[in-house]
């Protein structure tokens, strides 16, 4: 019941973002970007028929009615700061629509983290109240369970929100970027599910023909060596998940760092968007634009990171037979149950190689910089490239935290 409530919390939060990332594009396409909010409204409707807003305008009615905005108002007066709606209401669009994605991403995962962090402290609070430590036999059991899917659903939501926010940052190249990004994200999952679903395959087949062959066992001079062929099936099938482990993580690794270049980066100073920084701000504010410049440099590598879960939940029932799990989704997957066990090997698997990779370019880099002491380029190019690769595996072990704690709690069925 705490799921559906979260999630249908997010998805608000989320949609709102993407809502308000379209009004500000639409905003900035049509010159109307200095425009406040009720002349926005009011040419906005101007383009509607009368009856359609008779309609508009009873809705919102109703809709304030039923989320008690009048009763936040008569508190935000009572409180001393009446005047902020009005001031909100009073910021152009430019300023307004930015600041409302902000806001939306941080309600919808500051929501979700609250969600982490109170459900295991009320549990053990629980346990300890009524003297009901959890047995041997109840751990054991958790280790059987299947991945939740609202908790699956509740992570992509999450991560829609951490998109909504970096498109906003990225500027005029956000949206083409990201599109570009969901496209190869889910041409990566689709590629990991077929190749389960022919690996899949040909085990079963496999077994099928031994267990042919064990029926056949009377007439079978070559009987002694089923029990052989049965390993190399069960060694062959281990072998398969854990080179799909490596590939796939190594892939999603690979696209976050070539969607850092996609969107206009490169590893030295100049390559910084520092425009980003001032979107939605007129001045500089330290702290929002330094982490919307921290969003904008470094957004896909923690996007990455997020996503692993999902995309480690797509491959995570490599080696079944059944044509029932083979589905193309972290959801489906979820929704015909991936065991927890087996989910959480193939998230280890990924984070290990992803934080690999990171942790051999950091290497590199500071070798070649030892190297290349006396090169004339040496702060030109192999120190900012050094400083670059520091942040990368600063942010991407950040990331590799924050999908561990969330999949641990939302993606465990409970």
Known sequence: MLHGRLLLFVKLCSTLAYVSVGAFWSAQMTGCNDLTLVPAIGLLLRHVPAKLQQSLVASAVQVTRALGLSYISQTFTAAGIGSLPRSIAQLPLRLLLPRVVYVSTLAAFGVGLLFVCVTPALAAILQMVLLQPASS???????????SCAGCQLLLWLCAA???AHTMVLGYRGPATMLLAVIQGACCCIMLRAHSAAHGELIGTTQANLLKDAGKGETNPSLHSNDCSKSDSVTSETGAKQLQ???GAGVWGMMSLQLFFCSSHFCEFSGLQYASAFIGFDNMVMLASGSLLMLNTAGFLLLGCLTLPLMSLTSSSIGCPSPQRQSSTAINA???GVPMQVFKQQLTCGILVTNSMRFAALVVCMLSA???QQHILLWAIFAPKLVFELVF????NAGHFLAAVLSEQLLWVH
């Open 162 to 164: 951490f998109a909504a």
């Open 334 to 336: 979820a929704k015909q």
């Open 137 to 147: 036999n109840k751990r054991a059991g958790l280790q059987q369970q299947a991945v």
């Open 245 to 247: 482990n490596v590939v």
């Open 393 to 396: 595996m600063a942010v991407t």
């Open 370 to 372: 030892a190297v290349q």
